[in-house]
């Protein structure tokens, strides 16, 4: 479960929430979501599987997901579109981000050490980074603490330019088509690789950025979409069983729970872990912008997601055109159950009705990690 903890300042509440979800994924293997602002920039630390030599070195895999901690972001000119945090991201910096990454080694190498009985004196923050490449080849780099970046559209809430410039060149990223374009532009990245479409099998992601054992694909269906604005990235990685995969499923402004059908269908199987879907009912006059909890619901059923998460709900401080044209409806999952049930009356009895009793929808806030059992 999320901990909550009032009267702390958002980097207070991190600290405190990552030393107890780090111990309880130590016993479990289990991945660690970690919500770094109020809106949605996250941070997935993925164990890595226990067959893999890097586990030597490090326990956890790192993904940064649409990094924006601090300052302002516009879209098209500030006049027309401009936006700040309402509150402060519990972490201002990569700099920052790196250290909460290398406190979570730490105390991860720490209790794997004492598990075993070795009595030994351990600095924080000392040692280099192995890496393991494809060929089992191995290297030592120091400062690549954040091991992928991924970004999941060219909207500078997403791909916040100030915020990716800080992180070191040799880090990764996988970034959908048009924000990877607008990335490799500005020239500071060693290795910028665009998020391919979900061929239908997670064990054939073409990156050999990536371990063997990873997945980053994007679910969207072809044509419908030119922005591809309301689609998914998967992240998916093994979950035990022989071929079969769980999958975290990040989609900030909601995906059509049709076009989720590639991995509700998967064969070998997926199971959905976790779904990152927003509460909020975001529009235009002619757009409709965050689809909003009642498609949320839906996505939820259709996968079977174990945890339902909510992102990009910050009421952000706005300001230029668009903020006099934005209409915003505040949705809660009762609300979203309710009209299910006045939808479908009748239809929804025994096996449906009790799925929705199950939802277990987590409300991440700022500085706040979960363990995803």
Excluded at 69 to 88: E, I, M, N, R
Aim: with cysteine; hydrophobic share 35%.
């Amino acid at each position: 479960m999320s901990l909550t903890l009032e009267d702390e300042d958002p980097s207070s509440q991190l600290r405190a929430s990552l030393l107890e979800s780090i111990t309880r994924s130590l016993s479990s293997r289990r991945p660690l979501l970690t919500h770094l602002n109020a809106d949605t920039t996250w941070l997935l630390s993925i164990p890595y599987p226990s067959t893999n030599p890097s586990l030597r070195n490090r326990t956890f895999y790192h993904i940064l997901i649409d990094p924006w901690l601090k300052g302002g972001q516009s879209d098209v000119a500030a006049f027309f579109s401009q936006q700040w945090h309402a509150t402060p991201s519990s972490v201002q910096t990569i700099t920052e981000v790196e250290d909460v990454i290398r406190r979570m080694e730490f105390t991860a190498k720490g209790k794997e050490k004492a598990d075993m009985g070795v009595a030994e004196s351990l600095e924080e923050g000392q040692g280099d980074v192995i890496v393991v490449d494809n060929h089992g080849l191995q290297e030592k780099q120091e400062g690549n603490v954040i091991d992928l970046v991924v970004v999941s559209h060219e909207f500078t809430d997403h791909m916040h330019k100030e915020t990716l410039l800080e992180i070191p060149k040799t880090v990764p990223v996988l970034a959908t088509v048009k924000a990877a374009g607008i990335i490799k532009s500005w020239k500071h990245f060693h290795v910028v690789g665009e998020v391919p479409r979900f061929s239908g099998d997670w064990r054939k992601c073409p990156h050999k950025t990536l371990p063997e054992w990873l997945d980053v694909s994007r679910v969207a269906k072809p044509g419908m979409d030119l922005l591809y604005y309301h689609s998914a990235i998967m992240i998916a990685f093994p979950k035990g069983y022989e071929g079969e995969g769980e999958a975290v499923i990040y989609t900030p402004h909601g995906i059509t729970p049709a076009d989720l059908a590639p991995v509700a269908e998967a064969n070998p199987k997926i199971h959905t872990l976790a779904l990152l879907h927003g509460l909020q009912d975001i529009s235009l006059p002619r757009a409709q912008l965050n689809k909003g909890a009642h498609n949320g619901l839906k996505a939820q059923r259709l996968l079977g997601a174990k945890y339902w998460i909510g992102t990009h709900d910050e009421l952000k401080k706005g300001g230029g055109i668009v903020s006099y044209f934005l209409r915003r409806k505040h949705i809660t999952l009762k609300d979203a159950i309710e009209k299910e049930k006045e939808e479908h009356g009748e239809k929804l009895k025994g096996s449906d009705l009790e799925t929705m009793k199950d939802v277990r929808f987590e409300d991440l806030t700022n500085g706040e990690s979960l363990l995803l059992e």
